[in-house]
Structures are given as C-alpha cells and as structure tokens.
C-alpha cells in the first residue's frame, strides 16, 4: 500500500461507518465515530474516525481534520476523567511505512500508566467484557 491511492470502501473501519461491522462506540456525530479499539496498545485504548472518505491525514480535508481533532481533544479528556491515566498518547500513522494497516484515517487515544509499559500496536485481541466496561467509563465522562 502507498501512502496516496484509491480509497478502498471495503476496509474494516469503512464496514464499522456503514454499519456493517460491530464496534464499541463512544460517541459519534456527523463528522465522526469514536470507539474501542479491540487489539488495544493498553486499556482504554480507543480511536476516532471521521467519517469523510480519506486514506489517510494527508487525504483529509482541512474543515474535517479541524473538527476532527477536536472530537480528538474531547475524547482524551473523556478518557482522563474516565480511566485517571499518567498520561495519554495521542497518535496517528499514515501509509503502511509508518505503521498503518486500516486505510480509513483515523486517531489513536492511548492512556499509559507510570511504569507500565504499552503493548505492541495491534497485538491481542482484548477481552469484550473488558473493553465494554472501559467504554461505559468513557461514555459517562462524555456524558
Ligand atoms: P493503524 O495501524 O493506525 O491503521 O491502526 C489500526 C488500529 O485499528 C489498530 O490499533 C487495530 O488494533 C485497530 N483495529 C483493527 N480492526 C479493528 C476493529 N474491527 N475494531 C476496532 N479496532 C480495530
């Protein structure tokens, strides 16, 4: 995959907008859709979509990479008051160089622990029962 090309409907995050793949949701919106990330890097860790049909940042644009990353900042801080982490990365990769195996642009929100170091990107699948919790913690701070 190159960091320019066609945008591919068939992904899994394009399936997870229209409806067509199941997903944990924290909020959505017209530009937007948050949810649990379900191989995650550490607990809590959830992504954003905007739901304009972009590869990648570069593809976006710019009126919908400004909202976006406020849906960005209101989640980071739904995900502080939810889950009271050290600190949080926020994170996004472009072209499968850099890391980025869905070619739907998305955001990364990663909470980290003080000496509790984060796991591999993408590695296990995460218990549901877990991640179901977690969000309900997430969605009460939206609330
Ligand atoms: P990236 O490498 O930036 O493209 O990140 C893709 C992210 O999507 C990874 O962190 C995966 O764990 C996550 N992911 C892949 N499939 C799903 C899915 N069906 N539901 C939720 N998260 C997913």
Redesign the pocket.
């Known amino acids: 995959m190159s960091l320019s090309g066609t945008y591919d409907d068939q992904n899994?995050?394009a399936k997870?907008l229209r409806g067509e793949?199941?997903?944990i949701t924290l909020f959505e919106d017209d530009i937007a859709i948050a949810?649990?990330?379900?191989?995650?890097?550490s607990p809590g860790?959830c992504?954003v979509l905007p739901r304009e049909q972009a590869r990648n940042l570069l593809d976006l644009s710019p009126p919908t990479a400004a909202a976006a990353i406020q849906r960005v900042q209101t989640l980071a801080k739904a995900v502080e008051t939810a889950l009271q982490p050290d600190g949080i990365v926020v994170?996004?990769?472009n072209g499968a160089p850099a890391?980025?195996?869905?070619?739907h642009i998305?955001f990364?929100i990663i909470p980290c622990w003080e000496n509790v170091p984060r796991g591999r990107?993408?590695a296990g699948q995460a218990d549901m029962g877990e991640l179901k919790t977690q969000a309900e913690k997430i969605r009460s701070a939206l609330a």
């Open positions: 899994i995050f997870i793949a199941p997903a949810f649990m990330d379900i191989f995650p890097q860790h992504l994170t996004q990769f890391g980025q195996t869905v070619f998305h990364h990107h993408g």
